[in-house]
């Protein structure tokens, strides 16, 4: 089962390293982790999507706020949560490619059909971006490479959540 936790952390040196040491010590895969600032200054918010037994999310947030560096630590589901991930996609498109001269247009109304954007156009290549959720994501991907076209390079930033709806007061407790 997937279990998605959002955690505010100090924003330190070492302390992604002593989270993903969490993890590893109770022997539990980190399918997706992103960090990045947060509202507050000198704090950090991370978004941790791990596969563990549906009982393990109780320990897994007991252990987070056994860390010295963890302020607040909040566990989302896709009900209660907008859940997004951010990713590039580099496709093969020059004259010398099998769809030859139509394939940057093609690409262009799949990206369209997609809602990604064509963020970069080289020569011999297209370069897409698109946010969404990762079964829309892999859509994509998965229609590129069914239709003959070539995806050179994917790089994807995990999975985000937020919260829906105003802060819980002990999430603006936290905050504060």
Do not use: W
């Amino acid at each position: 089962m997937l279990h998605t936790f959002v955690a505010l952390v100090q924003d330190k040196p070492g302390v992604l390293t002593r989270v993903a040491s969490l993890f590893r010590r109770l022997n539990i895969n980190i399918v997706s982790l992103t960090v990045g600032e947060s509202e507050r200054p000198d704090t950090s918010r991370m978004t941790i999507v791990c596969e563990a037994h549906e009982h393990a999310a109780d320990r897994i947030r007991a252990s987070l706020y056994k860390l010295e560096t963890t302020i607040q630590v909040d566990e989302v589901n896709r009900a209660e949560a907008v859940v997004r991930e951010l990713c590039l996609i580099k496709v093969a498109a020059g004259p010398n490619q099998p769809h030859g001269v139509h394939s940057r247009s093609q690409i262009f109304e799949l990206a369209n059909v997609f809602r990604a954007r064509v963020v970069d156009l080289a020569p011999e290549s297209i370069m897409l971006e698109m946010t969404g959720s990762a079964s829309k994501i892999e859509g994509l991907l998965q229609v590129l490479r069914e239709t003959g076209y070539e995806v050179l390079e994917v790089s994807r930033t995990g999975r985000m959540a937020m919260r829906r709806g105003h802060h819980t007061g002990r999430v603006l407790k936290a905050l504060g």
